[in-house]
């Protein structure tokens, strides 16, 4: 069972759906995951839809939704800032823990890419989230962008984008708009994984704001809660170092599983390997029945 329903982050109303097991008894609880999607993409994706109905198969709540400024959110198209993104997560929560058929107590957090990365902050700076788990995430935005921008013309260019979006804003008072690819360069043969209808467009102020985004900052707060990274080993877009980093700086429970058969959008190509991984991690760290 789906349910479309909205919910406010500050004076924002973004928008979401609610999945709910077809086992689900009259008066029942039972832990939530919320399913948070890429960068500019939306909850119509194919990398939100697939966890969540795996997820909801499995017995848990979900929740997928856009963050603001995306799909149907409301709130600037395309300004996607980390720490406004970790604002909606924290909303979505408190939303979550008002349904009826949610433990409160059990509230957990799934993300992909860029949603790992607002994941995993979120989760360092809100007791509320009692599991986190990230595919292809980030935590230093810095290093990030200098291997996703690896030669010396490369980037060039991209700190040059920077800088002339700092001089554009102060010139007109208006956004610089950049090109995706420009800010996060995605290879042609993975680029149908992205929802036709997210955003190609972003203002400059966006790739300042990811590459001052570091999550690595706050991942040891998430313990003792668990926490778990799954990143292709060798993912086309997020250099897979960066969950290496994260797991070398969280601390305990926490389990850090690289894959060699799967790429960046591993939820949307529906890994067997995958969900191998994920099912036991949750029966012993977040199972649907028991505290």
């Known amino acids: 069972m789906e349910h479309s329903t909205t919910f406010r982050s500050g004076d924002l109303t973004l928008a979401g759906v609610v999945h709910v097991p077809d086992d689900m008894k009259p008066g029942e609880k039972r832990p939530a995951i919320m399913v948070l999607h890429g960068f500019g993409n939306n909850k119509d ?7 969540c109905n795996l997820l909801t198969r499995l017995g848990y709540v979900t929740f997928r939704f856009d963050f603001r400024g ?4 409301e709130g600037e198209r395309g300004m996607v800032i980390p720490l406004e993104q970790v604002e909606d997560i924290q909303a979505a929560v408190t939303y979550m823990e008002t349904r009826p058929e949610v433990d409160a107590r059990r509230i957990g957090v799934v993300g ?7 994941a995993i902050y979120a ?5 509320r989230i009692a599991c986190v788990i990230s595919s292809g995430g980030w935590g230093h935005g810095q290093e990030k962008f200098r291997k996703q921008h690896p030669t010396p013309e490369g980037w060039a260019k991209f700190s040059a984008m920077l800088e002339e979006g700092r001089r554009h804003r102060a010139r007109t008072g208006k956004s610089l708009m950049v090109d995706r690819y420009d800010i996060v360069p995605i290879p042609a043969h ?3 994984h992205l ?3 997210a955003h190609y467009k972003f203002p400059a102020e966006v790739a300042q704001a990811m590459y001052n985004f570091n ?6 707060d998430i313990s003792p809660r668990p926490l778990l990274l799954l990143h292709s080993s060798t993912d086309s877009v997020t250099p897979t170092e960066q969950s290496l980093r994260l797991f070398q700086r969280a601390g305990k429970p926490c389990d850090l599983h690289l ?3 799967t790429d960046h959008f591993m939820f949307h190509e529906d890994n067997v390997r995958v969900m191998q991984v994920l099912r036991p991690w949750l029966a012993e760290f977040f199972p649907v029945k028991g505290a």
């Open 45 to 51: 994706s194919a990398n939100s839809i697939n966890p």
């Open 215 to 220: 999550a690595e900052d706050v991942v040891a």
């Open 190 to 192: 993975l680029r149908n």
């Open 259 to 261: 894959f060699s058969e």
């Open 112 to 118: 992909s890419s860029f949603g790992a990365a607002v």
């Open 70 to 73: 995306c799909g149907q959110s």
């Open 123 to 127: 989760g360092g700076v809100d007791k």
């Open 195 to 197: 929802n036709p209808t």
